[in-house]
């Protein structure tokens, strides 16, 4: 199939890197691609990332570069950092595959990442481009990514853990209706700490964030949890 963005020249010197993170009520995940090779290296996995066309701003690449890569769209991108280190994308591994998809693989690249919550259950990534696989890979579970990748997934869960601490952005993440188990087991996991039941609950119940539903879990092999839904403090 014919690249649509062929006769759309690119900068060869700044990227965009997309790090999407979902919760799938058990664990935290990052969005991934495979990286296609045609040569005889093993593919590697990285983020949804490209190169930056000349005639689009930041926030419009990130946003086509995610369609193009894992059909995703509709969904929120903040950029945090930019990445700049010169010896950034010139391991051996990394310059084999940018030699099979790049016109410029030796050109110094900076990229600008971007970070995303969304609610899994919403959203059917599939693989496009140059991206073999799209995959769900859980935080603690994350290989030796392509480039420097896994410093910019580091940094996007430092600032999430940040964000964590003082905006209700733990509702982004979860499904529209969700139990209070569900929302503690996130909230340890992002913070990396042990809550205790009792007092997570009794703080729960002091905001004006969350909305009761007279409904209870469904198709589950323990006791059915009442289900509830984010309110955005509003009455």
């Known amino acids: 199939m014919a690249d649509k963005n062929a006769s759309?020249?690119?900068?060869?010197?700044?990227?965009?890197?997309?790090?999407?993170?979902?919760?799938?009520?058990?664990?935290?995940?990052?969005?991934?691609?495979?990286?296609?090779?045609?040569?005889?290296?093993?593919p590697q996995l990285a983020l949804p990332g490209d190169l930056v066309l000349q005639d689009e701003n930041l926030d419009e690449s990130a946003t086509r570069i995610l369609k193009e890569l894992t059909h995703l769209e509709g969904i929120y991108l903040k950029?945090?950092?930019?990445?700049?280190?010169?010896d950034r994308v010139n391991n051996l591994k990394d310059q084999e595959w940018l030699r099979t998809v790049r016109e410029n693989p030796d050109a110094r690249v900076i990229t600008v990442a971007y970070y995303s919550l969304v609610k899994m259950e919403a959203y059917r990534p599939e693989a496009a481009s140059f991206a073999g696989k799209v995959i769900w890979q859980n935080v603690s579970e994350i290989p030796e990514l392509g480039f420097d990748h896994n410093k910019i997934v580091n940094e996007a869960l430092a600032r999430l853990r940040e964000e964590f601490e003082f905006k209700n952005i733990a509702f982004e993440l979860l499904p529209k209706k969700f139990t209070l188990t569900m929302l503690q087991k996130l909230h340890e996991i992002v913070l990396g700490v042990q809550l205790d039941k009792r007092n997570f609950r009794k703080k729960l119940k002091k905001s004006d964030t969350l909305q009761p539903l007279d409904e209870k879990q469904s198709g589950v092999d323990h006791k059915p949890a009442q289900l509830f839904k984010y309110t955005s403090g509003r009455k």
């Open 79 to 86: 950029q945090f950092k930019a990445f700049g280190d010169p």
């Open 8 to 42: 759309r020249p690119s900068n060869p010197n700044v990227s965009v890197d997309c790090v999407v993170f979902g919760f799938d009520d058990e664990q935290l995940k990052v969005l991934l691609i495979e990286q296609r090779t045609s040569g005889d290296f093993a």
